[in-house]
């Protein structure tokens, strides 16, 4: 299929859907390789690497990337729900108890001074409630029991990508500015994360996020979020550095493995990895009106996880932000059809479609 440059653009629904079920793809086949160099994904996959779900030989999973977005999804719509109600809940507070729940769900206990919250839907899906290599940030910042905040943060000197693959879900909320989609996003990735570049690499990624669903083109939202990552009030200068130099890698197209991750980093730390996910988005972006959002969303993907570096989390950030853009119209079918949990992933979505619009 291709999209017209007049054709109308994709509903809040379909982007919605997009960017969750997106993810949970990039994240799902990045998870197959994530602790393979690149030489041991060539030795199995080929001198191409790992291209799609039809080069797996048996089941895939999707990881704690796409398990903690939909913790973010849970808690933004109970906050929602609340403020739809006529009370004003603290966002940040229902951040924390659903990923206290989400916490649980790894076999983890916080100390008997944490709060214990309320059992919520997501809480009973199994597909969910399976440990998949964990970040050791996440698990530890919330453990402390503690709510982090940038003032009085955990895990002070944490910039693990944990912060940036949890926080699309921010930038799918309509009618909300865009300040207040950085704010909330960087107040949750203190949560578990206290390093500077943790905040503003979650915050500009969901920025980025909150731009497409406005409208935006690939190019100019991140353009804009480039931007905004450099006039950042204490910015940490690693992000802005990186998302520069992802830019003049895609200026250059389709590099080998080896020199993204030499140009970009592996991914490990939050401005790496969202700056491999700009890159290959970016890098593998057509040309014309007769673009193919299937085509691109498997090269880009492609391009995100075949690397040495943290391959679910780069993959799950590039297909956050293409399923931003394009909505559902860029998800290969034979993946979703490999895709575990998609009842479970668009129970989320629908929720989230309907406390912000009232549909469904
Ligand atoms: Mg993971």
């Given amino acids: 299929m291709s999209i017209e440059p007049d054709a109308s653009p994709p509903s809040l629904k379909s982007r919605i859907h997009g960017s969750l079920l997106g993810g949970a793809l990039g994240d799902s086949l990045g998870y197959t390789v994530e602790f393979d160099t690149i030489e041991q994904i060539r ?9 799609g779900f039809e080069d797996l030989t048996g089941t895939s999973h999707f990881s704690d990337d796409t398990q903690m977005t939909l913790y973010t999804v849970d808690a933004l719509v109970e906050a929602l729900e609340w403020a739809n109600s006529g009370v004003g809940a603290d966002v940040n507070a229902c951040l924390w108890l659903a990923y206290l729940r989400w916490l649980a769900t790894q076999g983890e ?97 969901s920025f980025l996020i909150h731009r497409l669903v406005a409208g935006d083109g690939l190019a100019e939202a991140a353009t804009r979020a480039l931007a905004q990552a450099a006039g950042l009030d204490g910015v940490a200068p690693e992000l802005p550095e990186r998302l520069e ?68 989390s780069t993959g799950s950030i590039a297909g956050n932000i293409l399923g931003a853009y394009y909505g559902e119209a860029c998800l290969p079918p034979e993946w979703l059809a490999s895709l575990e949990g998609q009842d479970v992933i668009r129970g989320m979505a629908d929720q989230l479609v309907k406390v912000t619009t009232g549909e469904g």
Avoid at 43 to 51: D, N, P, Q, V
Avoid at 147 to 173: D, Q
Avoid at 275 to 286: H, I, K, Q, T
Wanted: charged share 15%; with cysteine.
């Fill in 43 to 51: 030795a199995r996959y080929g001198a191409a690497g790992l291209r």
């Fill in 245 to 312: 130099a992802a830019f003049l890698l895609a200026g250059k197209g389709i590099v080998t493995p080896e020199e993204l991750v030499q140009a970009l980093g592996e991914g490990w730390v939050a401005e790496e990895a969202f700056a491999v996910a700009l890159y290959a988005v970016l890098a593998s972006l057509p040309d014309g009106a007769a673009a193919d959002p299937v085509q691109h969303f498997r090269d880009a993907v492609a391009l995100a996880i075949n690397h040495s570096g943290d391959s679910d």
């Fill in 109 to 205: 206990t916080a100390p008997p001074s944490a709060p214990v919250p309320q059992p919520r839907w997501i809480d009973g899906q199994q597909v969910l409630r399976q440990r998949r290599h964990p970040g050791k940030a996440c698990i530890s910042g919330l453990a402390t029991g503690e709510m982090g905040t940038a003032a009085r943060p955990v895990n002070p000197g944490s910039k693990g990508c944990g912060t940036v693959m949890r926080s699309a879900p921010f930038g799918l909320i309509p009618h909300i500015t865009p300040d207040a989609v950085y704010k909330l996003s960087a107040d949750a990735a203190s949560l578990t994360h206290g390093h500077p570049s943790a905040r503003q690499s979650a915050g500009t990624f």
